[in-house]
């Protein structure tokens, strides 16, 4: 194949399976509005479409080139913004004699910036479903912001971006602990800042259940991220223009699939005999959870370990659910197992699955990975909880956002029950 | 163009056309979901979320190899799972002599292996809809597991396999009848075991409404139907790598997206002066019935057959549907006129759009196929029936399966109607 | 890259740039579904179902041969039905020697089509939003059938049929002004005619706000839209098989993207400060305002000014908006801002993009454009008003379009609260 087909093909596979993931974000949304109680599912639309832009943003203003431009093993550089090479500039303005740089390239530059930042998106997604119904819309967009021009960045700049986990040899096929971790980090070091939504535990430590507003919104939800997960690790083969890539590409969306499959029926056989009925949020749970598992190495050509992988990770993903409860961390929509506690189970995974893993350096990855965001994390959520604040009042809690911050509701001509679980014990 | 170039065109237009159709589950959930009455919305996401988890499964186990691998003209192996040929895991080890055996097959093994499958779980999904708000969940498991595992793969042997029906030239270029009326007689022989809705006909015979509890979802179901198809028939041409291949899948796309046209014009234009107003459930199976009709033969490359053929598959989706109340059968979402009626219009139509074909062929496959899936469908859910029970009880249909098998209800917030039509007759 | 792989390439770019652009029927769909009161939110379904489907009609029939078929400068060809060539049909009828010719083309006849095709269906979509709660369907039909197979064609055939306005130096890359601004005129001409929703605007002029009958549905329709312009804009590049037109289409995604999120962030930041809260409608809007505006010219390589051109198309959007109701133009769904206003903007935001453009050229177009389609549109609009009408009864609008002219309603099932705003002063 010309040098030129393999460019077009490897671009082209950034552009199709990057716009597949662009409509995660979409799955993100819908998934969360769904979840949460009718009255914040409006603000969850304005958080999900603000992250989305901001995350954009802040990956073109620096993002990008702290993860990727000279990394030095811990960091990338600080230099502003990030465009086509000079090359691509020659050849886009009529350049003949430029094509042979860009192609020495393998692929478009912004084609692979396109890839990118759509990944950190879906970092950002995961902590907007974990601090539903409670957090402030600002406090949010500024932590987004940091997310996702800083923490999230110098994660990668370490693993992808060939800095110092790479170098000794960490695993992380499409980021099960890179993005899914990440995002899953962050969300739990702002659930337990920002505490549970009022009444959410009773006295004695129960969980009460919140009902989602719409099932079928959550399900829509879960689809999009199953067809977008596709993109997410299909795109991450990083090229197209090969027989051998091609054929890995193919290798990745059956056994991404098939993860997936197996976390439904995993949910749908251990769940029934414990809570002696079928249980629909664990079912697609469970799809998530065995796609996040997947995710960290979703090349093997023995499928039945894509079956496996996915299937344990729908269990751990339920049983952390209820670990998370026990300490009383409020996840509205269990995005803390899914994509924490599954990406954990993924990366270790990795070593029953590929040889040529150590297990050592994975743990070595997911305790620094986690150690880092989670204390940035952390900090940053305090910071912002002694400033601007980082929960809403009592009272627009009650409420209920849309109204309170929105001036809308996402239903607003529907006759909806009395909440019956205000403000009881907190 | 270079055998490798091909190789991936090839292997790239499964995967991407693959992808749509997996996105097509989603499509059947929203419309199904939204069909029911809300009390039945819930079970209708796990449902459809199981049997695409479980069609895959069953692919992967042995459906794949009944269906293409030493196919002796009935039937393929009995060996199970499925995996990469033994040339392709050498190349994805490094091996790059395996290249040239590679490139022999002319696209990767598992992204054929993906695409087929994404097929399969379109069938199960048909049966899904026909049998909502009365069936017993595990039975509709067990059965999916049947026809993805055992029935489609023989009928899909028979033909796409090249065995007995592709020896004597039936044309299906991708699935009225293989896929679309396998799902569709499958539907059929449920729906006459568990019988209709309680109260859906009254003791004269008159079918009474069930309201849809969301238009809007179901019109959002059948959008993702009509994309998906560009999918499920563009990618049937099942090669992209020449001049010929592009230009035949861009017809297919065009016949596929006139043919919907043609069918909601239709519906439009047909059902207003029978009906006196506008009728949106039958302009909206108007379209699924276009799709299902051309979906036999959508390469002429005369568009204006594509609408024609499309239009009558509209006007006998619309017909059957009350044909199939006449004899008292209950199909929820209209899905055996809309993927069998029109699958067998779409499948003859064949003998008008191409000369090469043969009316006394394609009855022979229409009739073949009907039987032989009709009545193993038919003993099986029989069996069913009498050992766990194909449908729930009276209590649980009354009450919603939500509420009584998972304990959850589709819209919890909302107020709803109390419901006027039960138990009156049956 | 050999022809046949540019071949391809090219194709295969406009088959699967043109399905994510029909995807957009369906983001317009619930956009606008989402958007109107429940009592209309069916006929909302049915219209934009309908017009996807006549749209793919009348461009086929006539609209395709008008735009581009011998363009003499100010219309193409009148004869009807386009199809393959016939080098086309050679080849796909197995005769090799008709390779050659097929290549010279670059591209797949009726892949062309089909991307074309979905074009002229987005300019229809953005009238039904407009004129949502009160037009008649029949008239809406009609209107939709010249709009696509004559309006629409005649503005392509002086611009990308290299017409007229072509000649003198008109830049419009994916169509700010062809596909938006014509949709917005057309829509805007029809608003007039029209006149307001019942109770729209009180004596003294005020706005009442109409309630979205589902935020979440509203913003899944602009994630869809969102999602389905990187096909619109990322296919307009017209080609793929090279280094240069990939490296294109990559930076245009980019600017594409960036440009919607710097219109999100405008409207949160600028909106704020004016109304004192977030305002979700405004942000969902920006995003569509950002997207309009960057269509024009979204391959500039300096990627900072897509971030401007689209904030700017925000911050008309919403200014639009308020004028609109300053004039009493009651447009439902806010399309003609979005797709008029933020579509001259991007128009005239050329010129400062791009050296080798002429604002005096780009204010000919704008106005040409708008002076045709306004015109026409506006005596058509009058037409249809005085013979079948253009409007529905006041007892029509009162009831719900869902209830008289469907005899469904789209969410039947649900409690509603009784309409406050019943004909007070109209």
């Known amino acids: 194949m010309s040098q030129e087909a393999q460019f077009v093909f490897n671009t082209l596979s ?3 399976w990057g716009g597949l993931v662009m409509w995660m974000a979409a799955g993100f949304t819908m998934l969360e509005s769904g979840s949460v109680r009718t009255k914040n599912a409006s603000v969850i639309c304005l958080k999900n479409v603000g992250l989305y832009s ?35 500039i ?3 303005g009529g350049d003949e004699s430029a094509t042979e740089a860009v192609l020495e390239n393998g692929y478009s530059v912004m084609s692979d910036w396109f890839f990118q930042m759509v990944f950190v998106a879906t970092a950002a997604s995961i902590v907007s479903g974990t601090l539903a119904e409670r ?25 992808w971006g060939l ?16 993005v899914h971790s990440t995002g899953g980090w962050a969300a739990l070091a702002g659930a337990i800042v920002l505490g549970a939504r009022l ?3 009773s006295k004695d430590g129960t969980a009460r259940p919140t009902p989602p507003s719409s099932v079928p919104v959550v399900t829509l939800g879960v689809f999009i991220l199953w067809f977008g997960w596709l993109g997410f690790n299909g795109g991450s083969v990083l090229a197209l223009g090969s027989a051998s890539a091609a054929t890995s590409m193919s290798v990745v969306l059956v056994n991404t699939n098939l993860a997936a499959a197996g976390g439904v029926i995993a949910a749908i056989i251990f769940v029934r005999p ?42 751990v993903c339920t049983a952390g659910y209820r670990l998370l409860w026990s300490f ?19 990366t270790l995974a990795v070593c029953i699955t590929h040889n040529d893993t150590n297990l050592g350096v994975q743990l070595l990855g997911i305790l620094t990975v986690g150690v880092f965001v989670f204390s940035i994390s952390y900090v940053l959520w305090k910071v912002l909880d002694m400033t601007i604040g980082a929960r809403v009042s009592k009272g627009v809690e009650q409420l209920g956002q849309d109204a309170a911050e929105l001036g809308i509701e996402a239903y607003p001509e529907f006759v909806l029950m009395p909440e019956p679980y205000e403000d009881e014990d907190e």
């Open 90 to 92: 020659a050849l886009l």
């Open 163 to 178: 800095g110092w986990l790479s170098e000794v040899g960490f695993h992380d096929f499409a980021g099960s602990t890179i």
């Open 274 to 315: 414990i809570l002696g009925r079928f249980d629909l949020v664990a079912v697609l749970n469970g799809a998530i959870g065995g796609l996040v598992a997947i995710t960290a190495a979703p090349d093997m050509v023995n499928h039945y370990w894509a079956i496996l992988v996915g299937a344990v990770g729908a269990i």
């Open 328 to 346: 009383r961390v409020d996840d509205v929509v269990g995005a803390v197992p899914a994509h924490l506690f599954a990406g954990i189970w993924g």
């Open 54 to 88: 901001i995350a954009g943003m802040a990956f073109y203003l620096i993002g990008y080139n702290l993860m990727y431009v000279d990394v030095s093993g811990w960091i990338g550089s600080f230099k502003l913004f990030y465009g086509p090479s000079e090359a691509e």
């Open 14 to 16: 950034f552009l199709i």
């Open 135 to 159: 957090i402030n819309l600002w406090a949010f967009f500024i932590f987004t912001l940091v997310l996702t021009g800083f923490i999230y960045p110098v994660v990668g700049a370490w693993t």
């Open 199 to 201: 009444g959410k535990f």
